[in-house]
């Protein structure tokens, strides 16, 4: 959920943004939180909880403006109503050949103490060009 959105997105961001193609993957998280959540959301999330070999990073969102004004009724407790976050910023960063996973930890929706996605880099992308096109 939210992939497509992502997709478009992200040339709304680029057009917007003035940012560069990012160096590594810290600077990807960096402009994620600092100014593709800024932009959209009037956030800032927090990137930590880096993993050793820097593939995976946290971001903590506090607030968490898609929960401000809900609550999840007990039949419900399973439901990752943030999820969409998570398929905007694979669709993303899949459109600047980024392939990541990404997934909600901790969800303050759900009773945890913050909220908190987990990205991971899974693999840079090569540009395809169709077969007879050259």
Request: charged content about 25%.
């Amino acid at each position: 959920m939210g992939y497509n959105i992502g997709i478009r997105l992200i040339e709304d961001f680029l057009a917007r943004s003035n940012t560069g193609r990012c160096n590594d993957f810290r600077e990807t998280a960096e402009t994620i939180a600092k100014v593709g959540f800024r932009m959209f959301l009037n956030i800032a999330p927090v990137v930590t909880n880096w993993s050793p070999s820097g593939d995976t990073f946290s971001l903590l969102l506090d607030p968490n403006p898609l929960t401000e004004f809900v609550e999840l009724p007990e039949d419900k407790y399973k439901l990752n109503y943030s999820n969409i976050l998570c398929g905007v910023i694979r669709g993303a960063l899949e459109m600047v050949q980024l392939e990541v996973q990404a997934w909600f930890v901790s969800d303050q929706l759900k009773g945890d103490s913050s909220t908190e996605m987990r990205v991971k880099f899974i693999r840079k992308l090569e540009d395809a060009v169709p077969a007879g096109e050259d």
